[in-house]
């Protein structure tokens, strides 16, 4: 009786021998669908071809107030941003959903203060109401500047530590590349999928693909009960703290 089987399975593997020596590369080739061309930037870090240019010096025609969705107040020089502590936060008039992000930033050479009142803003990866409402990716000068390290530079703000600290010294540019990817919510408002992100600060690995417990908490643990959101502004934020304003420059987005 055991016969019968042996040879099935010598058949069967005789069979696939003779598929493999006639299988052809052409076999797993794939030709379709054919990916975009995109230029890329002239210079490591200019924004390429498809990408929206939300800041390079020539105005703040993408930016609001967070507050009341006037336009931006904050300072323009030359190809730099400054942070105008008075007039608070500002977001981007167009809303994201998953997206590439460039964005550099300065602390300024003549920075005073320590911990977390030095050098203090942020990038909210989706800005889902006024004031500091979203998804906060840290800056802040982190350059022998002692604090928790769940809200140094290139921390998800007291959600993940980064792997690294390749903060650069206050006077000189830091650059943070970040591939986001947005919560998705049930009609019910459930959770469907976490928010995930990735950052490169100064071209290091800090954060990879981490999978964010909610919307940024200052006090207490982060949730995404009852935030259901879709596409998100993006925000830049006017920290309280007394020391010197930061700066910023070369903003770019690429929608995933």
Request: hydrophobic share 35%.
């Amino acid at each position: 009786m055991k016969y019968p089987l042996i040879l099935t399975a010598l058949l069967a593997g005789s069979c696939f021998m003779a598929n493999a020596q006639n299988a052809k590369p052409e076999d797993t080739e794939i030709w379709e669908p054919v990916p975009k061309v995109v230029t890329p930037g002239k210079n490591l870090g200019d924004a390429p071809s498809d990408a929206i240019i939300l800041f390079n010096g020539k105005g703040l025609d993408e930016w609001v107030s967070v507050e009341d969705k006037t336009p931006a107040k904050w300072l323009v020089k030359g190809d730099v941003l400054t942070v105008n502590k008075a007039t608070g936060n500002i977001e981007t008039k167009k809303s994201f959903g998953n997206y590439q992000l460039h964005i550099e930033w300065k602390v300024p050479a003549n920075i005073t203060g320590s911990g977390q009142a030095r050098g203090n803003s942020g990038v909210f990866l989706a800005s889902i109401g006024k004031g500091d409402a979203g998804y906060e990716l840290q800056v802040l000068d982190s350059y022998e500047n002692k604090t928790y390290v769940n809200g140094m530079a290139g921390s998800l703000y007291k959600q993940v530590i980064p792997l690294a600290n390749p903060g650069r010294k206050p006077g000189e540019w830091n650059v943070y590349d970040v591939i986001w990817t947005a919560p998705v919510f049930n009609e019910d408002g459930s959770l469907k999928s976490a928010a995930r992100a990735t950052v490169f600060f100064n071209g290091v690995l800090v954060e990879n693909n981490f999978e964010l417990l909610g919307p940024t908490q200052y006090i207490g643990k982060p949730s995404y009960e009852g935030k259901k959101h879709g596409p998100s502004p993006i925000k830049l934020q006017a920290h309280g703290d007394k020391s010197e304003p930061l700066s910023f420059r070369n903003i770019w987005v690429r929608e995933l």
